[in-house]
């Protein structure tokens, strides 16, 4: 009697540890996380421009060439992760490919705002603030 | 004195028909280096009025008029050659063989493969034109003008922004004269340049304008050839005073 109740409690205790083991297991796993888009400027416009994670600023008729790296705050992205950006209004920024999805052409085109539409492996992640001002 | 017969005036217009119309479209265009350093922008001769296309030779333009029309192409180091486009269709108009300025201010020209990726990109400036020079082919902007019956010279329209700068592109002139019978124009149809011909004794006016941004006026005075005299400030041997004759 004594030795079925011990093998009981043993049995529901090795249950109980295996779930807290799979549930561990579970919260534990890591997973790519959006967390923003860090920008680099590629080349020298004649003006000042800004390209930040939260808002791109240049003037009506630039054009300047960035590199960019999709943020993660958990697992990094990886270079097979792709990325597309796309202008909501394209008569305020245009944008022109540069080869591969982490470069890219913005061109200041008519002064206004507008955001840029981050979409990372198709999911609709961000859209950061644009605003096209008008040459000094 | 007697204005110039019909048949000197169409000589001079023959001889001179060179320098005013379209000699110079076969010009090699100059190049300047693209920002991303991988091939040269050639700015090419769009139409015979551009300043940047003028005496025999291209340069690579400061700045381009507002409203004027020029051609660029790009020279890969290597490799396709490139197609150039506007980078803002707002500052730059795409025509058939080239642009046209829409504002002033930089604009941005990008180099496209077969891909449609950029490659390669250059700014060109653009500004109003703010003032308008004459000059002889040779010389600096003429604040007045003075022939002897019978005297011929070629004049060029400059157009220049308000810090002076000379500016290319095709633009469209008109010139005329406010007495034909003392001075009489040659131009053809939206030239930077326009054959004078002295006439009877007397004075005229010559004007310049470029669409309708800047206008030019020269006085002109006509003397009889035997009492012609030079101005003392006037450069030897030539009817032409020069300063910078703008406004």
Redo the contacts between chains.
């Keep these: 009697m004594n030795r079925s109740l011990f093998a009981a409690r043993a049995g529901r205790r090795c249950l109980a540890g295996l779930c807290a083991g799979v549930l561990l297991c579970g919260c534990a796993q890591e997973e790519k996380r959006y967390s923003g888009l860090e920008f680099e400027l590629?080349?020298?416009?004649?003006?000042t421009v800004a390209v930040q994670p939260r808002h791109i600023g240049l003037?009506?008729?630039?054009?300047v060439?960035v590199s960019m790296r999709i943020q993660s705050s958990e697992l990094p992205f990886e270079r097979h992760d792709a990325l597309v950006l796309r202008a909501r209004d394209p008569?305020v920024l245009?944008l022109?490919?540069?080869?591969d999805d982490r470069q890219i052409?913005f061109?200041?085109?008519?002064p206004g705002t507008t955001c840029l539409e981050v979409r990372v492996n198709g999911v609709l992640e961000d859209c950061i603030d644009v605003s096209v001002t008008?040459?000094q | 004195m007697k204005p110039p017969s019909p048949t000197v005036l169409a000589a001079l217009v023959v001889a001179t028909s060179c320098l005013l119309c379209g000699c110079e479209t076969d010009l090699q265009g100059d190049k300047a280096p693209g920002?991303?350093g991988g091939g040269a922008f050639r700015y090419d001769c769009f139409g015979t009025t551009d300043l940047a296309c003028s005496n025999g030779e291209v340069s690579f333009p400061q700045a381009v008029a507002v409203g004027a029309r020029f051609s660029i192409a790009y020279e890969p180091e290597a490799g396709p050659v490139p197609r150039v486009v506007a980078?803002?269709?707002?500052?730059l108009a795409s025509l058939p063989g080239g642009f046209e300025m829409k504002?002033?201010?930089?604009?941005?020209l990008?180099a496209?493969n077969a891909?449609?990726?950029?490659?390669d990109?250059r700014?060109v400036?653009?500004a109003h034109v703010a003032q308008l020079q004459v000059s002889a082919d040779a010389g600096v902007g003429l604040s007045q003008l003075r022939l002897q019956a019978g005297e011929s010279h070629v004049l060029r329209a400059i157009p220049l922004d308000r810090f002076g700068v000379k500016l290319g592109g095709a633009l469209s002139y008109r010139w005329w004269s406010s007495d034909e019978a003392v001075l009489q124009l040659q131009s053809t149809e939206d030239s930077n340049r326009a054959l004078v011909v002295a006439g009877e004794a007397g004075q005229a006016l010559l004007s310049v304008q470029v669409g309708k941004q800047a206008a030019f006026e020269l006085e002109v005075t006509v003397e009889a050839a035997a009492n012609a005299v030079e101005d003392g400030a006037e450069r030897e041997g030539s009817g032409l005073s020069q300063d910078g004759g703008q406004r």
């Design positions: 590629s080349s020298a416009p004649p003006a003037p009506a008729g630039i054009a060439k008569e245009e022109f490919s540069a080869g052409f061109a200041g085109n008519d008008s040459q | 920002e991303l980078g803002s269709s707002a500052s504002r002033a201010g930089y604009a941005a990008l496209l891909e449609r990726e950029g490659v990109l700014h400036r653009g």
